[in-house]
């Protein structure tokens, strides 16, 4: 079975930096997804680490520590738009490329 | 290009009622899912199919059923309905194998249940 945990929620200002932390325990680690999710919509996928190190598309970065099983998505210049629970997911090595889902860390961007 | 799409988007049951939640998806992947998120929290794997004719259980099985006659289709059964059942009901697919990096899910736009 999998364990990921993330905090529940988190408060920036507007062009801030917030870093989101995930760690997790598996027994067959194959990937890391971030994904966003406004409320009362579906998730979007926002990033993926399979290796270690850091991965930046834009304003969001994910970096990746299979060793500490440890992750962190870092939003930058937050915009008011980025409010929203950010979930952390894992895949196993396992058949049907399953996500484990995290609880979820909700952030919300004040002016 | 409708990618995958839930219907019922909203549906209010009684205790005991059964229905069925559909999602298709139209982009011939194999791999399909349902998930349910409670409010507040993070999203829990009911069934999963890796292609039609094949289903497995997830997480949280009790008191649903699944089947796939076809790759597009993989309806959600709900029988006996209960005040637990109450969630958002999330379908995704995912294209194991295709070439794709890595294999993130398309979800649905989910199905908010209310069981009263």
């Known amino acids: 079975g999998q364990n990921i945990d993330q905090p529940t929620e988190m408060t920036a200002t507007e062009g801030a930096i917030v870093q989101i932390n995930c760690t997790y325990q598996t027994s067959g680690f194959n990937g890391l997804f971030w994904y966003q999710q406004h409320a009362g919509e579906a998730p979007t996928f926002l990033s993926y680490n399979v290796l270690d190190g850091l991965e930046e598309k834009g304003r969001f970065s994910s970096f990746l520590s299979r060793s500490k099983g440890y992750s962190y998505l870092l939003l930058k210049e937050l915009q008011m738009k980025d409010s929203a629970s950010y979930l952390c997911a894992v895949r196993e090595k396992a058949a049907g490329n399953k996500l484990t889902f995290g609880g979820g860390t909700r952030v919300l961007v004040k002016p | 290009n409708a990618g995958v799409t839930q219907t019922p988007k909203f549906r209010i049951l009684k205790i005991g009622q059964s229905m069925t939640l559909q999602c298709a998806q139209d982009?011939?992947?194999?791999?399909m899912y349902w998930y349910r998120q409670d409010p507040g929290m993070g999203l829990k794997l009911i069934y999963y199919s890796v292609g039609a004719g094949i289903t497995d259980k997830g997480e949280v099985p009790n008191g649903y059923n699944v089947s796939r006659s076809t790759t597009e289709d993989f309806p959600l059964r709900l029988e006996l309905a209960a005040p637990s059942q109450t969630s958002v009901y999330f379908c995704?697919?995912?294209?194991?194998?295709?070439?794709?990096?890595?294999?993130?899910?398309?979800f649905g736009s989910g199905t908010r249940l209310t069981v009263v």
């Open positions: 982009m011939n992947h194999n791999y």
């Open positions: 995704a697919s995912s294209d194991h194998g295709s070439g794709e990096p890595n294999y993130g899910y398309t």
